[in-house]
C-alpha cells in the first residue's frame, strides 16, 4: 500500500500535475480529481503531461478526460419516509449503502470487504466520525448487520494501513 500510495499521490493529490487541475479549476470541486483513477500507468502520463503541457493547443481537461476514469456518480434512487426524523433517517440508509469495490490499483479507493453507509450520495467512501454516528444509529434501530460489516471495515483498515483515517481513500491515510 505505501509503495501505491507514493505513485497515486505523485498523480492524484501532489505534483505539478495536481497543482494545474486543481488550480485551473477543471472541475467544479477538488475532490473529483482525487478521486479519479489513471487509466494507464502513473508515470506515464505524468510523462505525457510533462511533454505536451506547454504546447499551445493543450487543453489540459481533456488531457485529464483522455488519461483518467472520473469517479461515478451514485444514483440517488429510493423512496424516503419524511414522515418522522427517525424514518427519514432509517429510509436514507439504503440509499447510502454502497457494495464493497474492488479498486483498480491506481485507484485512491481503499478496499474493503464488506457493506457500508457513506455519509452523503455523491460519496464512495465512508468516513471515520460520520460512519460512528451512522453506527450509533443502526444500533438504536436494531441494525447490527450493517454495523458489524462497517466495524469489520475498520479493522481491516487499520490492519492494512495502520490506523483509521478520516476517510476510505489513501489520500487519508497520509
Sequence with gaps: LLLL??????????GELFEAVQLSRVFK?????????PKREPELILKDYQSKKDDPDFDLKNFVLDNFYLP??????????NSTMDNYISSLWPIL????????PWST???VYNDYVVPGGR???FY??????????????????????????FVYIQDKVGLIPNGARTYFAS
Design 109 to 111: 479507493l481503499i478496499q
Design 128 to 153: 471515520y466520525w460520520d460512519t460512528y454516528f451512522t453506527c450509533l444509529g443502526m444500533a438504536r434501530k436494531g441494525q447490527y448487520e450493517m454495523l458489524v460489516n462497517m466495524v469489520k471495515n
Design 5 to 14: 500510495l507514493n505513485v497515486v499521490q505523485m498523480i492524484q493529490t501532489g
Design 72 to 81: 461515478a456518480d451514485p444514483s440517488h434512487g429510493g423512496e424516503i419516509d
Design 29 to 37: 470541486d477538488g475532490k473529483t480529481f482525487v478521486d479519479s483513477t
Design 123 to 125: 460519496f464512495g467512501e
Design 97 to 104: 449503502t454502497r457494495k464493497p469495490k474492488y479498486p483498480h
